[in-house]
T-cell receptor, first 113, second 114 residues
Framework: AQTVTQSQPEMSVQEAETVTLSCTYD???????LFWYKQPPSRQMILVIR??????QNATENRFSVNFQKAAKSFSLKISDSQLGDTAMYFC??????????FGKGTRLSVIA | NAGVTQTPKFRILKIGQSMTLQCTQD?????MYWYRQDPGMGLKLIYY???????DKGEVPNGYNVSRSTTEDFPLRLELAAPSQTSVYFC?????????????FGSGTRLTVV
């Protein structure tokens, strides 16, 4: 069974600074996708970024980028130029084939003015 | 398009009561899911469905039932509510019709059992 581990329950960052959220996963599958979801206080789950396991190039979406290390089974999220609106819970998630999405326990990020 | 719609948004139940959490999607996807979110525990899968008439258990199915009579609707039934079922419940379906884009989520139902 696949597992996803987020080892940082809480983090904080100053506005305009850069922060990195960690995620590791365990799987025997070769074809899979990894995701970062953001959950602001509104409770809505918002897809931030996705990475296909077969792509060596790290995904980027504006201020959000990932560091995907397939051999190490690591998938960290970097947020550059942090903004107050980035304050949220962030979940790392894994999917392979038609098996349901598996989530980590989340990291609560606070951006401080 | 509304995507995935969940009702109600909030509910307080007394121990032993029953209720149904409604979930409707307008994206015509076969795959739908129910998760619960407890503080510090991430989202855990309760039940999922791969199409009308087909459902399967997830990681934490005890105390819940589901049905899938149509593609659009995937209700979650709580029988004999217990305090351990106090949680936020999310319904989801495949985003874009393929698993490689993850899921589209409803806005969640916050349930408190007292």
């Amino acid at each position: 069974a696949q597992t996803v581990t987020q080892s940082q329950p809480e983090m904080s960052v100053q506005e305009a600074e850069t922060v990195t959220l960690s995620c590791t996963y365990d799987t025997s599958e070769s074809n899979y996708y990894l995701f970062w979801y953001k959950q602001p206080p509104s409770r809505q789950m918002i897809l931030v970024i996705r990475q296909e396991a077969y792509k060596q190039q790290n995904a980027t979406e504006n201020r959000f980028s990932v560091n995907f290390q397939k051999a190490a089974k690591s998938f960290s999220l970097k947020i550059s130029d942090s903004q107050l609106g980035d304050t949220a819970m962030y979940f790392c998630a894994f999917i392979s084939g038609n098996t349901p999405l598996v989530f980590g326990k989340g990291t609560r990020l606070s951006v401080i003015a | 398009n509304a995507g995935v719609t969940q009702t109600p948004k909030f509910r307080i139940l007394k121990i032993g009561q029953s209720m149904t959490l409604q979930c409707t999607q307008d994206m015509n996807h076969n795959y739908m899911y129910w998760y619960r979110q407890d503080p510090g525990m991430g989202l855990k899968l309760i039940y999922y469905s791969v199409g009308a008439g087909i459902t399967d258990k997830g990681e934490v199915p005890n105390g819940y039932n589901v049905s899938r009579s149509t593609t659009e609707d995937f209700p979650l039934r709580l029988e004999l509510a217990a305090p351990s079922q106090t949680s936020v419940y999310f319904c989801a379906c495949l985003r874009g019709g393929s698993w490689d884009y993850g899921y589209t989520f409803g806005s969640g139902t916050r349930l408190t059992v007292v």
